[in-house]
């Protein structure tokens, strides 16, 4: 089954406590991107990934951090949550940004951090 | 910033009523999609409609674009308790080479058995 894996799906951690969200696709899409979700914003853009070894920030990168060391993963690391990272963090993928004119994004089922 | 703002933000209809949602931008696009979002799950996109088409259709779901007024509708007939759930508009658009896609802040829909 076509699918976008987040995990952990629930964690609550303490101000300064590096962790990992890890995203996994494998659909062996070029394009993948996190997202954190607030009540009242919408969808911001963290980072993205146009492929392995190639990533960008988006419009809200503050206090994070991404790597793409293989195409079917995008992890997306908080060195020193802070509790304003209070959040629901989705990753997505894509086949291709650019080469297909359709930019349909496959989501993952979220990951709610809670830093206290 | 916020590419997208859906009209209104929160939608109350009985079963069997049409819902129409709205979605306004500010740049020119490439195309803009619709998502849908259960409570808390990740988003499932439902259509995409882009710059040169004016409606289309999937199913029960008819989407109407006007680049003239940058704005997008989504129409949402004989509507069923299922289709609870909140709405975003995704606007793309080209920027440095790839497409930006770029959310709006979602129209909470509640049908009512």
Known sequence: EAQVTQNPRYLITVTGKKLTVTCSQNMNHEYMSWYRQDPGLGLRQIYYSMNVEVTDKGDVPEGYKVSRKEKRNFPLILESPSPNQTSLYFCASSLSEVRINTGELFFGEGSRLTVL | ?113
Request: aromatic share 6%; proline share 2%.
């Open chain 2, 1 to 113: 910033s916020q590419q997208g703002e859906e009209d209104p933000q929160a939608l109350s209809i009985q079963e069997g009523e049409n819902a129409t949602m709205n979605c306004s931008y500010k740049t020119s696009i490439n195309n803009l999609q619709w998502y849908r979002q259960n409570s808390g799950r990740g988003l499932v996109h439902l259509i995409l409609i882009r710059s040169n088409e004016r409606e289309k259709h999937s199913g029960r779901l008819r989407v109407t674009l006007d680049t003239s007024k940058k704005s997008s509708s989504l129409l949402i007939t004989a509507s069923r308790a299922a289709d609870t759930a909140s709405y975003f508009c995704a606007t793309g658009i080209s920027s440095g080479g790839y497409q930006k896609v770029t959310f709006g802040t979602g129209t909470k829909l509640q049908v009512i058995p």
